[in-house]
């Protein structure tokens, strides 16, 4: 499978407001997506200015996904992977987040690593960030509120630029409580 990105232009509103409206996004901030709300966020650059950029991802000719680029004047970008749900489940996920860190880390020397967030029950996003080098570095009890009413817990995670040039990847020191002192209090 021949899978390429191609970088959002201008030309292309229309055609990611039936992207974003057209499906549901259950991992996501809002499961389903107004077509009004996309337009006004096409409006406010958030696709394609100085700082944001997106990429359609293309499987054989096809607008598959889209890799959301953001804060890309910072030393850590964040990002949003969307993949239409009648593609999922087929690895596009963790080959789009192998190709986002290389093209970050080779078109932004500035950045140092790059973050991601998902949902605790995103089985399929946690393992490709593991596949992928980075690291869980976050927890964040309760912080996801879902379509149903319900809370789910929210995953951090990121990669670091030097663990991504050694092909290795250091995790964060889970027990450095002992630096609070004898209380823990």
């Not at 509103?13 to 992207?19: D, K, N, P, R, T």
């Not at 997506?33 to 991802?57: K, L």
Request: aromatic fraction near 12%; proline fraction near 3%; include cysteine.
């Amino acid at each position: 499978m021949e899978i390429t990105y191609e970088r959002f232009k201008s030309a292309d509103a229309e055609e990611l407001v039936g992207f974003l409206s057209g499906d549901t996004w259950p991992f996501h901030g809002s499961d389903v997506v107004d077509q009004a709300e996309v337009r006004q966020w096409i409006g406010e650059g958030r696709y394609d200015n100085q700082d944001n950029r997106a990429f359609w991802i293309m499987v054989a000719g096809a607008r598959t996904g889209l890799v959301r680029l953001m804060d890309l004047c910072d030393d850590t970008p964040l990002f949003d992977l969307r993949i239409r749900s009648e593609h999922r489940g087929r690895g596009l996920g963790g080959q789009a987040l192998t190709w986002l860190t290389r093209y970050v880390f080779t078109e932004f020397p500035q950045v140092q690593r790059i973050e991601g967030t998902t949902r605790q029950d995103n089985v399929a996003m946690r393992r490709a960030f593991q596949r992928c080098g980075y690291a869980k570095e976050a927890h964040y009890r309760d912080a996801w509120p879902t379509a149903d009413g319900k809370v789910r817990d929210a995953v951090g995670y990121a990669i670091l630029r030097r663990d991504w040039l050694s092909g290795s990847t250091t995790v964060p020191d889970w027990n450095d409580e002992c630096i609070l002192g004898a209380s823990g209090v």
